[in-house]
């Protein structure tokens, strides 16, 4: 799980089989840290082994905590003993998720002084909202030197209109109002099902907190929080990730333990591609036995709509589609970094301004050296490697690594060549590469 290693893909194998989907990042990250809040012992169940979870388990564990994987999927968190309030910045630079800590520590210990975050680069990322949301409960925050140094006397509830939806300053302003006095509402809250998560997950261990998953969030505070035993939901990334592969590769794949209704805007996407999709329970078949699928375009939006986190996934479908598409990005500036990677591999995509990328599809993908430019970008070299003549070797595997458990194990499974290899030296200039 380094910079040292390659990941190597020999493309054209259609994907067969079935493939079990793991708990969510983006929730398991959000609910380790809630787990601050909490005096007692939390066992967080279905997490994935990823290097975004081993990175915050280092963090709570610098600051008092104690936290530890005790099974293959299951971390035991107990916060009762947490005193220290910093978190450096190398300690959290590598992670975006470490932005809760924020939250979580002013509500604990109503002071946090957090360097501010890292993670994937593609665009800015304010933190304005999440000031706001603190302010609003009577805390003071001051940005110096790198670190968001927040104090507060005492937490008092208060209504926070968010003037743009935010994922993270939704569940921040949750973490922080989960202990304060009297009631906070957050308007134009994020309804993504790991906010829905992370509510149930404090309601579980004794909050007060109604209206996840609507414009309108309720937060009664309590005095305090106790410990049990909570399960994260299935990853809907992941899980739209092996979709839109299996439909890139024109395989045939059953893609389980997920919750179909968070699938909704990729499954309508891909059935108007013409792709096959069979919706189960808790599982969705993805199948192509056209000869051909079509243009479509996309534009990301935060839930329900289509999610910013599978963009690159989606876009390098649209390559091998029929037509011309169109991908507009509404979440994310400068999320594009990526298709220089992919045109080195025969795509045809031309950006235009910061958020609208012009797919002419039909291209004959060939394999070629390549980076991961961030996470998702990383699981979008994938699938295009897999779908490509050739070999294709993909670079900065660290950044896959953050955020897809058993990657290689999985698409082995469903009948990929793809093997993980040492790389030593790391070679200076990709094109030099032999593959």
Known sequence: MNNEEKMVILGGVKLHGEVKISGAKNSAVAILVASILVKGKCVIENVPHVSDILDLIDIINGLGGVAEFVGEDTVEVDCSDLTDYVASYDSVRKIRASSYLMGALLGRLKKASVALPGGCDFGVRPIDQHIKGFEALGAKVDIEYGMVNITADELVGDTVYLDVVSVGATINIMLAAALADGITVIDSAAKEPHVVDVANFLNSMGANIKGAGTDVIKIRGVKELHGGTFSVIP?????????????ATRGDVMVTNIIPKHMESLSAKLEEMGVGVEEYDEAIRIYVDKPELKRANVKTQPYPGFPTDLQPQMLTLLTVAKGTSIMKENVWDNRFKYIDELNRMGANVNVE????????????????????????????????????????????????DRGYENLEEKLRALGAQITRRNVNPMPGVLSAVNV
Do not use: H, W
């Open 235 to 247: 990853d809907q990334i992941e899980a739209g990730t092996f979709m839109i592969a299996a439909a």
């Open 353 to 400: 301004g910061k958020d609208v990328a012009v797919v002419e599809g039909g291209s004959r993908l060939t394999g070629a050296p390549v980076c991961a430019t961030d996470l998702r970008a990383g699981a979008a070299m994938v699938i295009a490697a897999l779908i490509a003549d050739g070999v294709t070797e993909i670079y900065n595997l660290q950044y896959i």
